[in-house]
Each structure stands twice: as C-alpha cells, then as structure tokens.
C-alpha cells in the first residue's frame, strides 16, 4: 500500500473517531516462541504512527526487536451499530527512553477516568525510571464501517448470493 493511500485512510472521519477514543488498540505481534500474541494497548496517534509505551522487561519489547512486524485493530464496543473498525499492519520501532514520555500520558489520558487520572500520572511517574517507545508507523490500513465499506470476503459472499458478480 502506497503512503498516499494510507494517508487518506488514516485521515477518514471513522478512522480518526477511533484514534481519538477511548477504545484500546489490539496490538498483535509473535512472540519469540513463534506463537501468535494479542494485546490490548493505549496509545497515542502522532500522525504519522501510533505512539505506545511499556515495560522494559515486557516479552512484547524482546519479541517486537527480534521481529518488528505488527497488526493492530481499533474497534467500537456494543451497542455501538453498525461496528465500525480500523485494521493497520505495521512496524515497530523500539526504542528506550528515559522517565515516562508525553504521548504515554496522552494514550493513558484516553482511557483513565478523569478523577482517576491525577493518581495514575502519580503512580506511573514515580514506577519508571525509562520506559519503552513503540513507534507503530502504518505499511497497510483499512476501515470496515459495515455500512459502506465490509470485509471482501462478506461482500463477495453477498454478490454471490445476490446474483451479482
């Protein structure tokens, strides 16, 4: 997928509705056993990458410096209908950074109730001394809002069934 068309995804309303939410991302990478890991994650859009950070020590970091490709889906919950979801494949950039980063906070900030946030900035502050930056730069995105844009696969089902080709 070019930059230009990853572009016009990532600036569609659905998709920036679900960058701005409160809605984790799924972050999906293998682990370095092989196996298939999903993980949900706060994050940051920059613009040009979604912004995440973790622990050092986490198996995800060893994992995504061994092997940078990843897969992220942001989704609505219920009852919001229809669903509406943004898939991106991407790579991670893993780098170490001293403290705890402004677009950790600004991730967090999404998902932390309001009364709850001072607390959590607190504790977050005084547990890291560095912290891991996940750059997630998008390679591939697609928005499935099923009112006007499915997953193929349905769509060619629903041609089928229809009569159409």
Request: charged fraction near 20%; include cysteine; charge should be negative.
């Given at each position: 997928?070019?930059?230009?068309?990853?572009?016009?995804?990532?600036?569609?309303?659905?998709?920036?509705?679900?960058?701005?939410?409160?809605?984790?991302?799924?972050?999906?990478?293998?682990?370095?056993?092989?196996?298939?890991?999903?993980?949900?994650?706060?994050?940051?859009?920059?613009?040009?990458?979604?912004?995440?950070?973790?622990?050092?020590?986490?198996?995800?970091?060893?994992?995504?410096?061994?092997?940078?490709?990843?897969?992220?889906?942001?989704?609505?919950s219920p009852?919001?209908?229809?669903?509406?979801?943004?898939?991106?494949?991407?790579?991670?950039?893993?780098?170490l950074v001293?403290?705890?980063?402004?677009?950790?906070?600004?991730?967090?900030?999404?998902?932390?109730?309001?009364?709850?946030?001072?607390?959590?900035?607190?504790?977050?502050?005084?547990?890291?001394?560095?912290?891991?930056?996940?750059?997630?730069?998008?390679?591939?995105?697609?928005?499935?809002?099923?009112?006007?844009?499915?997953?193929?696969?349905?769509?060619?089902?629903?041609?089928?069934?229809?009569?159409?080709?």
């Amino acid at each position: 997928m070019e930059a230009d068309e990853i572009r016009v995804v990532m600036d569609d309303p659905v998709a920036r509705r679900l960058l701005a939410s409160a809605n984790p991302a799924r972050l999906a990478y293998v682990a370095l056993d092989g196996t298939p890991r999903v993980v949900p994650v706060d994050f940051h859009w920059n613009g040009v990458a979604l912004v995440i950070g973790t622990v050092p020590g986490s198996a995800k970091v060893a994992a995504l410096q061994a092997r940078p490709a990843v897969a992220l889906t942001i989704d609505t919950s219920p009852p919001t209908w229809p669903p509406n979801v943004l898939l991106l494949r991407g790579t991670a950039e893993v780098s170490l950074v001293d403290g705890v980063f402004p677009e950790c906070v600004e991730g967090a900030r999404k998902v932390t109730p309001a009364e709850e946030f001072p607390r959590w900035e607190a504790g977050v502050h005084a547990l890291y001394d560095q912290m891991v930056r996940l750059d997630v730069t998008p390679t591939w995105a697609r928005i499935h809002d099923f009112e006007t844009r499915i997953p193929q696969a349905v769509e060619a089902l629903a041609r089928s069934k229809s009569g159409g080709s």
